[in-house]
């Protein structure tokens, strides 16, 4: 018998049940959105930072290095769930650019996303002009439109995945957010966030930065960590989820565990 069938036999059986039983049915039926194949942007920050390596003995590859290899892995990992998935690149700098198409041929975008060099030192990035790119790339259906799919969601989904690792740069908006406001109001769109930075005390303005790029979609997942190579592996991982049938982040709850965790914590960095 199917999920939903069993769910909706037990409705009308009138089964008793405890309030926490209720609560798991309601997160279940939460999670039963009907499947989408998805869009997804890699958005990636061209910063000199991300040409640094990892400050630790034994890892002799820069932080873009390793974000190439974890998006490599990510797009592996999605395509062999389905191959419906399609995938493009933007690249950052002060504004942004639209680098690779959407593509479901993974080595065409791979042999693009190898060829991305860091670019400069940069001490301003324009949010607008990422919200730009996405909105020339991206279809917008009307409400009317919307109402003639099931649950009122496309065919498809788009998630767009920012990473950002500058330490001393805070984005900024030059329409006052307008645009993503827009743009994140729509349903079939997500944004999820990470954020690789130094500790804390490296720069006064790690803090607020941490705080500005969660706020960006603070209701998709946004992961922020030091400049440690486990857990960046660790928190990509949890990106893998489809956007549309995954749990909240704040009650997520994953069986993931990172190897030698004290290790990673007691890991100085610069």
């Not at 001490?123 to 009307?142: A, G, H, P, R």
Request: charged share 25%.
């Amino acid at each position: 018998m199917e999920l939903n069938e069993l769910i909706n036999n037990n409705n009308d059986n009138n089964i008793d049940r405890n309030n926490d039983s209720n609560n798991e049915i309601t997160n279940i039926k939460s999670l039963l959105q009907p499947y989408r194949p998805e869009k997804i942007i890699f958005c990636i920050d061209l910063d000199n930072e991300v040409s640094k390596d990892f400050p630790k003995k034994g890892y002799k590859h820069s932080k873009l290095d390793y974000i190439k290899q974890l998006i490599q892995n990510f797009i592996h990992i999605k395509q062999k769930m389905s191959t419906k998935h399609e995938f493009a690149l933007i690249a950052f700098t002060e504004t942004s650019m639209w680098y690779q198409s959407f593509t479901t041929d993974r080595d065409v975008l791979i042999t693009n996303l190898r060829r991305l060099p860091a670019q400069g030192n940069f001490n301003t990035f324009d949010l607008t002009s990422l919200f730009e790119c996405i909105k020339s790339n991206i279809l917008i259906y009307s409400n009317d439109e919307l109402s003639k799919f099931e649950n009122n969601i496309p065919t498809f989904i788009y998630r767009c995945i920012f990473i950002y690792t500058r330490p001393k740069v805070i984005p900024s908006f030059t329409d006052n957010g307008l645009l993503k406001d827009l743009l994140l109001g729509l349903p079939y769109l997500f944004f999820d966030t990470i954020y690789i930075h130094p500790k804390s005390g490296f720069s006064n303005k790690v803090d607020k930065i941490k705080k500005y790029v969660a706020d960006i979609s603070p209701n998709d997942y946004s992961f922020e960590l030091t400049n440690n190579v486990r857990n960046v592996f660790y928190y990509f991982g949890q990106l893998i989820s489809n956007g549309l049938q995954r749990e909240p982040l704040d009650t997520y709850k994953t069986s993931l565990i990172i190897n030698n965790e004290e290790e990673c914590k007691n890991d100085d960095y610069y």
